[in-house]
């Protein structure tokens, strides 16, 4: 069977057939299709991009109907229980995994940049004392640009690669840094020695109230939950990544982009609402009311659902169990009894099944790190430290593509004809009614 598509435009009775790759047709084929000869030609409409491909990529394969999430073709689950997240990380940007020689050259690599200016530490410095967490972050990875000049150099491969390494190695730091400013205790300097999660926590934690929670157990968990959040193919942060990268701008600042996308509540934050809503339920015996409130429209079940996933997410499986292993530590949240039985609620009542809504990743993570001592203004900010790696191999993936150009979507202008300015504006002194107006 021929791999093409066949379009009749009942307008014209022409007909187009157009070429089949990947299960897709190029959009530009559409521009052949045309009523008269000087006519711009067909394009298609896509709010929010629901069924556009704007890239070809080799990083991340989803199937949201089966469930299924990789990493270069490695599954989720088999990664999150058998690597760290150095070891996926260097996945991510090499396409393979790591054999101990390059493993070793890695860490070194990234330890290496474990650190930030002095004059960087001066710019957070300068914040307000409630300044959110994740601005902090946002406008210091702008700011690490102008540190950085050799990072313009875009096309150069070992450009390329030393900030990616710059970033994945400073990124911790930027976050801890914003999360003591925050709380009016001194920066900490990174501890290189320690694990890429463990040194993060040492940074948040050290003499502080908190101290107590630098533990293994800990560590580990957040190293899980690091994994789970590298990468999620075209979403809205990556999107944002490889449209500020379209046009050479730097990784710095395509980065700052990105984190600025992900700072929404529609997409970082929304484990911070989950842990609203089980505020508002308050108790299980409130559940049914709640599910009831959700089904005539009064309230939103947060956590459930996802554009791409119409089955279990399948990071949400394992960050349920990672919960349990962590509140062995920090004795349990009482929260996640209330999102179990009120998972187990929804996925027995047809109303949610037959919409294919289940948990995902956020149902179960805000949970986690609530139980860690950490505050929901810095969920976001958790997300950003691994995401950071799945927006540098997309903005490399960009930039070595032949066929990617500078980002720049077609729209449907459905404003006015053109227009006459009425006779009383001319150019030259204003009028007295404006005068009069300013006045």
Request: charged share 25%; hydrophobic share 40%; glycine share 6%.
């Amino acid at each position: 069977m021929e791999n093409t598509v066949t379009v009749t435009d009942n307008r014209t009775g022409e007909q187009y057939t157009f070429p089949v790759t990947h299960d897709t047709i190029r959009a530009m084929d559409l521009r052949k299709i045309k009523v008269a000869p000087d006519d711009f030609g067909m394009m298609s409409y896509d709010p929010a991009f629901m069924n556009t491909a704007s890239c070809e990529s080799k990083i991340t394969y989803i199937d949201g109907d089966k469930g299924i999430l990789r990493y270069r073709g490695y599954d989720i689950a088999d990664l999150a229980e058998h690597c760290t997240f150095p070891q996926v990380a260097y996945l991510v940007i090499h396409g393979e995994l790591p054999d101990p020689e390059q493993e070793t050259e890695w860490l070194a690599a990234l330890r290496i940049h474990m650190g930030i200016f002095e004059n960087i530490k001066k710019f957070m410095e300068g914040f307000r004392y409630d300044a959110h967490p994740m601005g902090m972050l946002v406008s210091t990875l702008a700011a690490l640009s102008t540190f950085y000049p050799d990072a313009k150099d875009v096309r150069n491969s070992e450009v390329q690669m030393h900030c990616i390494r710059r970033i994945i190695g400073k990124i911790p730091i930027i976050a801890a840094y914003g999360y003591r400013h925050s709380k009016g205790l001194d920066y900490i300097s990174p501890e290189p020695k320690l694990g890429y999660a463990e040194n993060f926590m040492h940074m948040l934690w050290d003499r502080s109230p908190l101290e107590h929670l630098k533990h293994p157990v800990l560590a580990r968990a957040l190293d899980v939950l690091f994994i789970l959040h590298i990468d999620h193919e075209q979403n809205c942060s990556t999107n944002a990544m490889r449209a500020v990268g379209s046009s050479e701008a730097d990784p710095f600042l395509s980065i700052a982009g990105a984190a600025a996308a992900l700072a929404g509540p529609l997409h970082g934050g929304a484990n911070e609402e989950v842990l609203k809503m089980l505020d508002k339920i308050g108790s299980q015996e409130n559940i049914p009311e709640f599910i009831r409130g959700v089904k005539e429209g009064k309230h939103k079940l947060m956590g459930f659902g996802h554009r791409v996933y119409k089955n279990y997410d399948p990071r949400a499986r394992i960050i349920k169990r990672t919960a349990e292993e962590v509140f062995e530590v920090t004795g349990r949240n009482k929260k996640i009894d209330l999102a179990m039985e009120l998972e187990r609620i929804a996925l027995t009542d047809d109303y949610f099944v037959s919409r294919k809504l289940y948990p995902n990743v956020d149902f179960y993570s805000g949970i986690i790190y609530e139980a860690m001592g950490l505050e929901p203004q810095m969920f976001t900010v958790l997300f950003a430290i691994p995401r950071a790696v799945g927006w540098l191999a997309q903005w490399q993936e960009l930039i070595n593509d032949p066929a990617q150009k500078i980002a720049r979507p077609r729209q449907i202008y459905t404003g006015y004809e053109q227009r006459k300015l009425p006779d009383s504006y001319t150019y030259g002194a204003p009028s007295e009614e404006s005068l009069a107006y300013t006045r």
